[in-house]
């Protein structure tokens, strides 16, 4: 085998991302042989990522794409394990990379099985993680479409996807303006109708039991207790219980002796 040119190392460096005595090590293995080496790399990052699979994966880029006609948006997340990673500015270039490619798929399972420059995503994921060193995955993957579809996105952290039903003079802004109010607001339902009872019912748990808590506090320093709320949803407040309510407030003004207006 002839000396590896750096011109090769260089070439490999840029394709895979993997530092320059990684490509030059795996150049050498691969007897100088451009594909063998890409082959090498990505034998190391399953290894490395066999021995990660159970670290958390809880940092990373949220990251969206829009088409050129505003029907269709796909918002993913690259995670990674640390901060440290996730500010890199390769790693930032690859979330965008991979959100491009996103963008043409509906279902997280077809990206993961995509061309990714002559591999699949999913093998692009584990080669880094062997360049990298960390475990890194595709945490989250949505798709939206709709008559227009906008998007905001806050530092990275957050990404929201809003589709509007119609399509009106000032949809961006507006799209814009509603997926802002979702990330701050944690929105998760269009409506509180459609909040799923179990979920209501853990809320409501453990809302009153943060209030209970805080009202030994109060208690301890005489101060005024907290109202202590048998509903915390609209959702929970049900034709039964308001004509209830009200046939009780009735009652405690009759027997109070004042009108009920």
Do not use: W
């Amino acid at each position: 085998m002839g000396a590896i040119k750096a011109a090769d190392v260089a070439k490999l460096r840029k394709q895979s991302g993997a530092g320059m005595m990684d490509c030059k090590n795996a150049l050498v293995e691969a007897n100088g042989d451009f594909d063998a080496a890409i082959n090498v790399l990505r034998k190391k990052g399953q290894k490395v990522a066999a021995k990660r699979a159970d670290r958390d994966a809880s940092e990373g880029i949220a990251i969206t794409k829009i088409n050129t006609d505003n029907t269709a948006g796909i918002a993913i997340v690259l995670a990674c394990e640390t901060d440290f990673v996730a500010i890199n500015d390769s790693f930032k270039a690859m979330a965008s990379d991979f959100v491009d490619v996103a963008l043409n798929h509906s279902d997280k399972d077809s990206f993961l099985a995509a061309d990714f420059r002559g591999m699949t995503v999913a093998e692009k994921l584990t080669e880094q993680t062997g360049v990298i060193g960390e475990k890194i995955e595709i945490s989250g993957f949505e798709r939206v479409e709709a008559a227009f579809v906008g998007s905001y996105t806050h530092g990275s952290k957050i990404a929201v996807l809003v589709g509007l039903n119609n399509t009106v003079d000032n949809a961006e802004e507006l799209a814009k303006d509603l997926s802002m109010q979702v990330a701050s607001m944690g929105a998760t339902t269009l409506s509180y109708k459609d909040f799923d009872s179990a979920f209501v019912a853990s809320e409501t748990e453990a809302r009153i039991a943060a209030i209970e808590k805080d009202n030994i506090e109060l208690g301890r320093l005489g101060k005024t207790l907290k109202n202590v709320p048998q509903y915390i949803s609209m959702v929970q407040l049900t034709d039964d219980v308001m004509s209830k309510a009200k046939a009780e407030v009735e009652a405690q003004l009759a027997s109070e002796g004042k009108p009920e207006q």
